[in-house]
């Protein structure tokens, strides 16, 4: 039997991989509106969904490190093993990093970010344009190396399972029947 | 005690001016726009964001010893308006928000002022922006000073009974209906 992640874990894992690609694709979409109040809604929800995911990416963090990942296939080069660590860790910093920047782009466009139109985070940075520019720039580039690793780190996923035939990939798939 | 003779006319003079009404009243009439703040705070979507209006001019009599007779006018371009960002501006200036093009200027023109002590006073009058004209009355603190006097306080207005924010803009479900339009008024003295 190959160990598996926690049921909690997997979760974790899918619920924050669907929320990533849903206020990553609203930020493309959002950006390009013109002003209106469909734009002003998106860009609240995306807000919204900056703060939740940015919670649930502690509860994981949290989770991970007190539940070790199960161990990688002996059979994997020293290699690979140290850039599967590193990036699952990058991976982590950015899933922080980037609802950070964006929080922090809000307040420097003057715009305080009040989760769910309800509770207020406060503004760490006082208004700013030019620095509200900067950091469109920063959530803008962490963004796309997040998705430049994601793409990697499906791409890796995917050898495990069909070429390398490893349980690398399944041990993270939810299982629907009973074992 | 004794003190020299300057203290005691800079003393007299503080006093003088501690006691504004009666015979040392001072009548303002020059309403300085560069000290002044005509501002607006309005909420969207549960975030509270504060405007300013960067062009008004107007004026404003008062004398603490007669409040009942004094009277002010109020005129902003609305072409001022900073909402805080670029985009917000224009969009404030066409025809749903504020038509600046047809309507170019809010005015306010009073029409009584009633004491309630203490150095408030009740101000009523009307109104207008984008064409349509509506009683309001708010309450306004006076502030005595040696050069200057301010007159601060707020109104809080329902944009939809000015028309400003109409068509897609309307519900408040993005844009909240009320609006708090907060002043900071400083009037000089009249000549003698």
Redesign the interface.
């Known amino acids: 039997m190959n160990p598996r992640y926690t049921s909690t874990a997997i979760a974790l894992h899918w619920l924050i991989a669907l929320g990533i690609l849903a206020a990553f694709s609203l930020g493309l979409y959002m950006t390009e509106l013109n002003l209106s109040p469909t734009k002003l809604k998106l860009y609240s929800w995306h807000k919204w969904a900056g703060v939740s995911l940015f919670v649930l990416i502690l509860v994981r963090l949290g989770w991970r490190l007190t539940h070790p990942a199960p161990a990688l296939p002996d059979s994997m080069p020293t290699l690979l093993r140290l850039a599967a660590n590193v990036s699952h860790w990058l991976l982590y910093a950015l899933m922080l990093a980037i609802p950070l920047s964006g929080w922090l782009m809000s307040s420097a466009k003057g715009f305080q970010t009040v989760w769910f139109g309800v509770l207020p985070l406060p503004d760490l940075l006082a208004k700013d344009a030019a620095l509200g520019d900067q950091l469109k720039e920063v959530h803008e580039f962490l963004n796309y190396t997040l998705l430049a690793l994601v793409v990697l780190h499906t791409a890796a996923a995917l050898k495990h399972h069909f070429i390398d035939r490893d349980t690398v990939l399944s041990r993270m798939l939810p299982r629907f029947q009973k074992s | 005690m004794h003190r020299p003779p300057l203290t005691r006319l800079a003393l007299a003079g503080a006093l003088a001016f501690g006691t504004a009404g009666g015979a040392w009243a001072v009548e303002y009439g020059t309403l300085d726009s560069a000290a002044s703040t005509v501002g607006f705070r309005f909420s969207?979507?549960?975030?509270?964001?504060d405007g300013q209006f960067k062009r008004f001019s107007g004026q404003l009599r008062f004398d603490p010893a007669k409040p009942e007779a004094a009277s002010t006018t109020v005129e902003v371009p609305l072409s001022g308006i900073d909402t805080?960002?670029a985009?917000?501006n224009?969009?404030a200036k066409a025809k749903t928000w504020f038509d600046t093009a047809a309507h170019p200027v809010a005015r306010f023109v009073s029409s009584g002022v009633k004491p309630l002590g203490a150095n408030r006073y009740e101000v009523a009058g009307e109104l207008t922006i984008k064409g349509n004209r509506r009683a309001v009355s708010f309450p306004v603190t006076y502030t005595p000073g040696p050069s200057a006097a301010s007159f601060d306080g707020s109104l809080t207005l329902n944009r939809t009974d000015f028309g400003i924010g109409e068509g897609?803009?309307s519900?408040a479900?993005?844009?909240a209906h009320k609006v708090e339009v907060v002043f900071h008024l400083v009037a000089k003295p009249l000549a003698p």
């Open positions: 969207q979507m549960g975030v509270t964001l805080g960002t985009e917000g224009d969009e897609e803009w519900s479900e993005i844009v």
